[in-house]
């Protein structure tokens, strides 16, 4: 690891200390006026993870999936980034719990966007996202078709496919000229699942996917680094130890 | 009804740059200021788990909530304009500290030849050379008058940069005050292949801070730690310069900044001749108050600005069909987003792409401006040629060479193998404003207090397809020169897609100039229509150049300040 020195249980402040750049004199609203919260009394940190070391991942249920859409999620995620001599695959990663959480979240609601009509979901598609569904009803509405299509097709579930026929099945979608669905399309449904999944493998593992952070190791991906002024100008590819966000919890004592 | 406040002398609509910068030198020299935010208290408390790729970057956390206040696009005349939902093209910001504290530190001054553009071109080309609907004018200001306000803001902010002079940019009467940012492997080679080809490259000035700084405030700052999480990302370290750790606290500090943040203001109101103070409401408790103020300084992002002047009947609006009018004129925006810019693939070479900074790259300005002959091209202007390692994130980047499928295992392997051996050579060209690209009210789509959206026609023009065709060969000279396995060029400009994130340096609709016919305020940012209200920000330029805005808006806010205090000492009366 080329970052040994680095503290490994410190915060942001005192990583900036014990890197040597200390700050005096008038400082106002920069990083000793507070980018830490503060850290857990010790004795309250020891206990919550010796607990957590025991137990199961409580992460891993359902917030908005059935259990038929969990399972043809993670099978067609599973499809999008798949599991081979580089590493685990979306299933392996958490993505379909990652793709759950997501769609019960503000951003499955589509929260913060504007939804008020008069809607025209058939103009431009360079006018951006014109439908009044929301991201959950649209996962809803493009599950029920695929399993749907599979029916029609295969009379088989999607899940229960060889991967050759859910490969070819996704492409249908993907394409968006073979099988309709109402109120949305194939292909917007698939844009979806394709980026969530994406998102699923490489966001921070607190959403419930990139296990263990394998989805970064796979990539020399470091995560949550406090920095890299030490390395930056070095020639090559710099190799990390990677770090989530729940490493920073540790730290701030 | 609302409620009728006691009057202050100013009132800043916008605690951002402008706002920040303005606030701080009229404070500093005891005249008291309310400023209004509608977004919420930031400060770098707020970044404990700032490393989030997903919730900063894909959900962006820092930006201005759209079910609230958007804009409607369309691409001309005839189509219908439709709301921009859920953001793509550029970001929309809100808070303390504004787009200031989720910008990339990317500080780079307009060119002489900006500020006197349509004077320029036809001294050198003549006025054939200015397309039809081309509507570029005079900024009523030259680099050389507005470089001591340059200088002021560089200093404020510790910009960063090389000591030299670079021959193809404005003459600087300081060094930067801060040396250069690091310079990386990748930066270092694309630096070696343009001296190869004859040009001057250098590294970005930047905002990032390049080592400890104290400014002439007394405001302290730490350096840089190159964490890569900058760009719609706070910087918890404050390193990154921001008016919430710059000129925010300066303004505090004097007792005479009052700052309300959650405070929607809804319009400006007025007696016909000048203003007489604002209109806003609480997000927190609905009410609605009236803030009577001697002067009101309009500090918002460019389609916060136009839109209030539209809905307070202030200043006359823009007719794209006569020409005339003035509150909406000169739209403009930028070339990025991927066209122009070269994509190498490196096989047997890797880079830590992870790393960066917001502002850490080097740049090429011999096609910027009019720094080259113009004579043979169908084309004005240019474009910075870049390189960048502002530090790529999983999610947004996996470059993949063409033809590879967007899933699946042969995905997975070739952006897996790629992502530290790709490259990119890029263009942030410059945007000419045209009498059909503009800003006015909408007349569908309401915001969250039933006011009109702005509505905004746009689109590429024949100028924007040429010069990006003529740059793209540029990027991939200097990225031949690099020496990767393989490369792939853009060398077509699609017409304007809102879904792709391209940039957020949106100009113009209250721009600058010398003749009250043509622009809305002159060069102290003075509205020609209501003498006590000042406009200030990027919505100010009259087109948008090859580079980011901020140095130049933050130029034009110290600019600002000196216009209102002179005005506050001559008591009243136009500045120029």
Same mark, same amino acid.
């Not at chain 2, 200093?155 to 040396?179: D, H």
């Given at each position: 690891?080329?970052?040994?020195?680095?503290?490994?249980?410190?915060?942001?402040?005192?990583?900036?200390?014990?890197?040597?750049?200390?700050?005096?004199?008038?400082?106002?609203?920069?990083?000793?006026?507070?980018?830490?919260?503060?850290?857990?009394?010790?004795?309250?940190?020891?206990?919550?993870?010796?607990?957590?070391?025991?137990?199961?991942?409580?992460n891993q249920a359902l917030m908005y999936f059935n259990?038929?859409q969990f399972?043809?999620?993670?099978?067609?995620?599973?499809?999008?980034?798949?599991?081979?001599?580089?590493?685990?695959?979306?299933?392996?990663?958490?993505?379909a719990y990652y793709i759950d959480h997501q769609l019960a979240s503000?951003?499955g609601m589509?929260?913060?966007?504007? +939804? %008020? !009509?008069?809607?025209?979901?058939?103009? $431009?598609? &360079?006018?951006?996202?014109?439908?009044?569904?929301?991201?959950h *009803?649209?996962?809803?509405?493009?599950?029920?078709?695929?399993?749907?299509?599979?029916?029609?097709?295969?009379?088989?579930?999607?899940?229960?496919?060889?991967?050759?026929?859910?490969?070819?099945?996704?492409?249908?979608?993907?394409?968006?000229?073979?099988?309709?669905?109402?109120?949305?399309?194939?292909?917007?449904?698939?844009?979806?699942?394709?980026?969530?999944?994406?998102?699923?493998?490489?966001?921070?593992?607190?959403y419930g996917?990139?296990?263990? +952070? %394998? !989805?970064?190791?796979?990539?020399?991906? $470091?995560? &949550?680094?406090?920095?890299?002024?030490?390395?930056?100008?070095? *020639?090559?590819?710099?190799?990390?130890?990677?770090?989530?966000?729940?490493?920073?919890?540790?730290?701030?004592? | 009804?609302?409620?009728?406040?006691?009057?202050?002398?100013?009132?800043?609509?916008?605690?951002?740059?402008?706002?920040?910068?303005?606030?701080?030198?009229?404070?500093?020299?005891?005249?008291?200021?309310?400023?209004?935010?509608?977004?919420?208290?930031?400060?770098?408390?707020?970044?404990?788990?700032?490393?989030?790729?997903?919730?900063?970057?894909?959900?962006?956390?820092?930006?201005?909530?759209?079910?609230?206040?958007?804009?409607?696009?369309?691409?001309?005349?005839?189509?219908?304009?439709?709301?921009?939902?859920?953001?793509?093209?550029?970001?929309?910001?809100?808070?303390?500290?504004?787009?200031?504290?989720?910008?990339?530190?990317?500080?780079?001054?307009?060119?002489?030849?900006?500020?006197?553009?349509?004077?320029?071109?036809?001294?050198?080309?003549?006025?054939?050379?200015?397309?039809?609907?081309?509507?570029?004018?005079?900024?009523?200001?030259?680099?050389?008058?507005?470089?001591?306000?340059?200088?002021?803001?560089?200093?404020?902010?510790?910009?960063?940069?090389?000591?030299?002079?670079?021959?193809?940019?404005?003459?600087?009467?300081?060094?930067?005050?801060?040396?250069?940012?690091?310079?990386?492997?990748?930066?270092?080679?694309?630096?070696?292949?343009?001296?190869?080809?004859?040009?001057?490259?250098?590294?970005?000035?930047?905002?990032?801070?390049?080592?400890?700084?104290?400014?002439?405030?007394?405001?302290?700052?730490?350096?840089?730690?190159?964490?890569?999480?900058?760009?719609?990302?706070?910087?918890?370290?404050?390193?990154?310069?921001?008016?919430?750790?710059?000129?925010?606290?300066?303004?505090?500090?004097?007792?005479?900044?009052?700052?309300?943040?959650?405070?929607?203001?809804?319009?400006?109101?007025?007696?016909?001749?000048?203003?007489?103070?604002?209109?806003?409401?609480?997000?927190?408790?609905?009410?609605?108050?009236?803030?009577?103020?001697?002067?009101?300084?309009?500090?918002?992002?460019?389609?916060?600005?136009?839109?209030?002047?539209?809905?307070?009947?202030?200043?006359?609006?823009?007719?794209?069909?006569?020409?005339?009018?003035?509150?909406?004129?000169?739209?403009?925006?930028?070339?990025?987003?991927?066209?122009?810019?070269?994509?190498?693939?490196?096989?047997?070479?890797?880079?830590?792409?992870?790393?960066?900074?917001?502002?850490?790259?080097?740049?090429?300005?011999?096609?910027?401006?009019?720094?080259?002959?113009?004579?043979?091209?169908?084309?004005?202007?240019?474009?910075?040629?870049?390189?960048?390692?502002?530090?790529?994130?999983?999610?947004?980047?996996?470059?993949?060479?063409?033809?590879?499928?967007?899933?699946?295992?042969?995905?997975?392997?070739?952006?897996?193998?790629?992502?530290?051996?790709?490259?990119?050579?890029?263009?942030?060209?410059?945007?000419?404003?045209?009498?059909?690209?503009?800003?006015?009210?909408?007349?569908?789509?309401?915001?969250?207090?039933?006011?009109?959206?702005?509505?905004?026609?746009?689109?590429?023009?024949?100028?924007?397809?040429?010069?990006?065709?003529?740059?793209?060969?540029?990027?991939?000279?200097?990225?031949?020169?690099?020496?990767?396995?393989?490369?792939?060029?853009?060398?077509?400009?699609?017409?304007?897609?809102?879904?792709?994130?391209?940039?957020?340096?949106?100009?113009?609709?209250?721009?600058?100039?010398?003749?009250?016919?043509?622009?809305?305020?002159?060069?102290?940012?003075?509205?020609?229509?209501?003498?006590?209200?000042?406009?200030?920000?990027?919505?100010?330029?009259?087109?948008?150049?090859?580079?980011?805005?901020?140095?130049?808006?933050?130029?034009?806010?110290?600019?600002?300040?000196?216009?209102?205090?002179?005005?506050?000492?001559?008591?009243?009366?136009?500045?120029?």
């Amino acid at each position: 690891m080329a970052d040994g020195k680095q503290p490994q249980d410190t915060s942001r402040r005192s990583f900036l200390k014990n890197s040597g750049i200390a700050i005096g004199g008038l400082i106002v609203g920069g990083v000793v006026g507070g980018a830490l919260g503060g850290g857990q009394k010790t004795t309250q940190k020891e206990e919550v993870e010796k607990v957590v070391e025991k137990t199961v991942d409580y992460n891993q249920a359902l917030m908005y999936f059935n259990q038929e859409q969990f399972q043809i999620t993670e099978a067609a995620a599973e499809r999008i980034y798949p599991k081979d001599d580089l590493g685990p695959g979306a299933k392996d990663l958490g993505v379909a719990y990652y793709i759950d959480h997501q769609l019960a979240s503000p951003w499955g609601m589509n929260a913060k966007e504007y +939804m %008020q !009509g008069p809607f025209f979901p058939d103009a $431009p598609a &360079n006018l951006g996202m014109q439908s009044p569904l929301r991201r959950h *009803e649209i996962f809803s509405i493009g599950l029920k078709g695929l399993a749907d299509y599979c029916q029609q097709k295969y009379s088989k579930k999607f899940q229960e496919l060889s991967e050759e026929e859910q490969d070819a099945v996704l492409k249908v979608f993907e394409e968006g000229k073979e099988f309709k669905l109402v109120g949305t399309t194939t292909s917007a449904f698939f844009k979806l699942l394709r980026s969530a999944t994406i998102e699923g493998v490489y966001s921070d593992p607190m959403y419930g996917g990139n296990k263990d +952070m %394998q !989805g970064w190791k796979m990539r020399n991906y $470091p995560g &949550n680094q406090m920095g890299y002024a030490k390395d930056i100008e070095k *020639e090559g590819l710099v190799k990390y130890e990677p770090k989530s966000l729940h490493d920073h919890m540790s730290m701030g004592k | 009804m609302a409620t009728k406040l006691p009057h202050v002398p100013v009132v800043i609509v916008g605690m951002g740059w402008t706002g920040g910068i303005v606030a701080a030198e009229l404070t500093k020299a005891g005249i008291k200021v309310v400023g209004l935010e509608r977004g919420k208290e930031r400060s770098t408390a707020d970044y404990y788990m700032g490393h989030d790729e997903l919730r900063y970057a894909q959900r962006y956390e820092m930006m201005q909530d759209l079910s609230k206040d958007t804009v409607t696009i369309r691409h001309n005349l005839k189509e219908r304009a439709l709301p921009y939902r859920t953001h793509g093209s550029f970001l929309l910001g809100d808070g303390l500290g504004g787009a200031g504290s989720h910008w990339n530190g990317q500080s780079f001054r307009f060119l002489p030849y900006d500020f006197e553009i349509r004077s320029k071109t036809i001294e050198r080309y003549g006025e054939k050379k200015i397309p039809e609907g081309m509507t570029i004018q005079d900024w009523g200001i030259t680099y050389d008058e507005l470089e001591p306000y340059f200088d002021k803001y560089e200093k404020m902010a510790g910009i960063s940069g090389e000591q030299e002079q670079n021959p193809m940019v404005g003459k600087r009467s300081n060094p930067f005050p801060t040396g250069p940012m690091k310079t990386t492997p990748s930066m270092k080679m694309f630096m070696e292949a343009s001296k190869k080809l004859g040009y001057h490259p250098y590294i970005y000035p930047s905002a990032n801070l390049s080592e400890m700084y104290t400014n002439p405030d007394g405001i302290q700052r730490a350096a840089c730690q190159y964490c890569a999480f900058c760009e719609r990302f706070g910087c918890e370290y404050g390193a990154k310069a921001d008016p919430v750790v710059t000129v925010i606290p300066v303004a505090l500090k004097t007792g005479n900044l009052e700052i309300r943040t959650q405070s929607t203001v809804t319009r400006v109101l007025h007696d016909g001749k000048k203003a007489t103070g604002v209109l806003y409401v609480n997000n927190i408790t609905g009410e609605e108050f009236e803030q009577p103020a001697d002067i009101v300084m309009l500090g918002g992002f460019v389609f916060t600005n136009v839109r209030l002047l539209l809905n307070s009947k202030l200043g006359k609006p823009y007719d794209p069909n006569t020409g005339t009018g003035v509150i909406g004129k000169n739209y403009a925006y930028q070339l990025s987003g991927g066209a122009g810019g070269t994509v190498g693939f490196f096989d047997d070479k890797e880079f830590s792409n992870f790393m960066g900074a917001g502002a850490l790259g080097a740049e090429v300005d011999d096609f910027n401006g009019d720094n080259f002959d113009h004579s043979n091209l169908n084309f004005i202007h240019g474009a910075g040629i870049r390189i960048a390692q502002a530090g790529e994130r999983p999610i947004a980047n996996n470059t993949v060479p063409k033809g590879t499928p967007s899933w699946g295992k042969e995905f997975k392997q070739q952006s897996i193998k790629y992502a530290n051996r790709v490259l990119k050579v890029s263009m942030q060209g410059s945007s000419m404003p045209f009498r059909h690209h503009f800003l006015d009210l909408d007349p569908t789509y309401k915001d969250q207090f039933g006011l009109p959206l702005l509505r905004m026609t746009f689109d590429f023009e024949e100028q924007d397809r040429e010069q990006v065709k003529f740059i793209a060969q540029k990027t991939a000279e200097i990225m031949k020169e690099m020496g990767p396995t393989t490369m792939q060029t853009t060398t077509e400009l699609k017409p304007y897609d809102v879904t792709v994130y391209q940039s957020t340096h949106n100009t113009g609709g209250v721009i600058m100039g010398s003749d009250p016919s043509t622009s809305a305020v002159n060069n102290y940012l003075q509205m020609w229509d209501a003498e006590n209200v000042f406009v200030v920000g990027a919505s100010a330029f009259a087109h948008n150049s090859g580079y980011n805005p901020t140095a130049t808006v933050g130029a034009l806010a110290y600019r600002t300040a000196e216009g209102i205090l002179k005005y506050i000492k001559q008591g009243g009366g136009s500045l120029v």
